[in-house]
């Protein structure tokens, strides 16, 4: 089955006319995006990009051959430029297949948002699917196994991935395609990284892709370490490499606070952030964590993880600091290491990165910022992937 993707972006297009944004301002050449439409085996067509015929000439491909017409977006969604020679279009009711004189198989799928999605099965049994921009799948029915290939609004709606692989919709070899991009996508490099970490990728408009033929899938790193400082975006970087993956224990290290307004509203920030399919364990005990088989784990953070070390030891005071508190503290962080070296699941640890500002003024601040900058490395080392993040933007340091 050959899918050739007219356009791969949002329905307004990318860039959108007389917009300033970023996005909109380096969406040149392969970047640039009309609105998503595919079409299957040039005998199906999944909704409709603004001139069709010409951006199925520029593919190498012609729409004359067109036997059905299918719409997936709501009722009210974008206006259709429908040319002359081609099936009226049409919309298949949720749960009903279709047969296509071309051989085609169609199945809609009930959706969480107004639209329809679309499993096309081809003859020699080839699956995709195919989702509407800002949905995701109400439910699922028996899953027959992984689809071939899936393609839906990856960042949009990165939940609806994580629905697709805990069902066993998306597996190891899928090839997850992302679409309807528009402007509130990161610009340039920035999206391909996204989605490479989400295990999905994108191409540009007028590609022609084989349902079912072997592609490199996004290598998914099994530990990364999101270093940053305050208010960087390291927290929402983390967050954001696992949103589309199903079951995600949550580790928050700090706990609770009795009485403390700033860090009861802080905690309450990230619980919203969080899908909320995740679980969520206030805890320092992290070892058992990272030795047990499980679900991906997002740990947040070090630091915090650190203070409590230092605790334990009563590394805050010079005398016992001198007296083995230094080499208790030690073990306990080459402990961690070794847990994050011996894991078997995902894991993101998130940090703090503090060595790069003013010297504290106390012998413990400094102690806290030393400590903190052996631990990073340490754990570092351990790592497939080290991001820093800066004024929120993700800087690879390795991988």
């Not at 809609?108 to 509407?132: F, H």
């Not at 952030?273 to 805890?283: D, Q």
């Not at 910022?369 to 929120?392: P, Q, Y």
Request: proline share 8%; with cysteine.
């Amino acid at each position: 089955m050959e899918l050739t993707l007219l356009g791969t972006g949002a329905p307004e297009g990318l860039p959108r006319p007389g917009c300033p944004c970023a996005s909109c301002a380096t969406a040149v050449g392969g970047e640039a995006r009309a609105a998503t439409a595919l079409l299957v085996d040039s005998a199906l067509l999944l909704d409709l990009t603004p001139g069709p015929a010409f951006a199925a000439a520029r593919a190498g491909r012609s729409i004359t051959g067109v036997r059905q017409v299918l719409l997936s977006h709501p009722q009210n969604g974008p206006a259709l430029e429908f040319p002359a020679g081609l099936p009226a279009p049409g919309r298949v009711p949720d749960g009903r297949e279709l047969s296509v004189i071309s051989g085609h198989k169609v199945r809609a799928m009930a959706l969480d948002a107004p639209g329809t999605g679309y499993e096309v099965t081809s003859s020699d049994g080839e699956r995709l699917l195919y989702l509407p921009p800002e949905a995701a799948p109400a439910g699922f029915a028996a899953v027959p196994g992984p689809y071939d290939m899936v393609l839906l609004d990856v960042l949009g709606r990165p939940d609806a991935l994580a629905r697709l692989r805990e069902a066993g919709a998306v597996g190891a070899t899928t090839d997850v395609i992302a679409v309807h991009i528009g402007h509130d996508t990161p610009p340039g490099r920035e999206l391909h990284r996204q989605l490479a970490a989400a295990g999905a990728r994108t191409v540009p408009d007028g590609t022609t892709l084989t349902v079912g033929d072997y592609h490199a899938v996004p290598d998914l790193p099994r530990r990364t370490l999101v270093l940053g400082g305050a208010r960087s975006g390291k927290s929402v970087e983390a967050e954001r490499r696992l949103e589309s993956f199903p079951d995600v224990l949550y580790v928050a290290t700090g706990g609770t606070r009795e009485g403390d307004r700033d860090w009861a509203a802080r905690v309450a920030l990230h619980r919203e952030r969080r899908p909320g399919s995740w679980r969520t364990a206030e805890t320092v005990d992290l070892l058992p964590l990272l030795a047990e088989e499980g679900p991906p784990l997002l740990i947040d953070c070090l630091a915090l993880w650190l203070t409590h070390a230092m605790d334990s030891v009563d590394a805050w005071d010079d005398a016992a600091w001198a007296d083995g508190g230094a080499e208790e503290l030690r073990a306990l962080m080459a402990g961690l290491a070794r847990a994050v070296r011996e894991t078997s699941r995902t894991v993101v640890v998130v940090s703090n990165e503090v060595g790069s500002g003013v010297v504290p003024a106390t012998a413990s601040g400094r102690r806290f910022r030393d400590e903190l900058g052996r631990l990073n490395a340490a754990v570092g080392n351990e790592c497939e992937h080290v991001v820093l993040v800066v004024a929120g933007q993700a800087i690879p340091l390795r991988g």
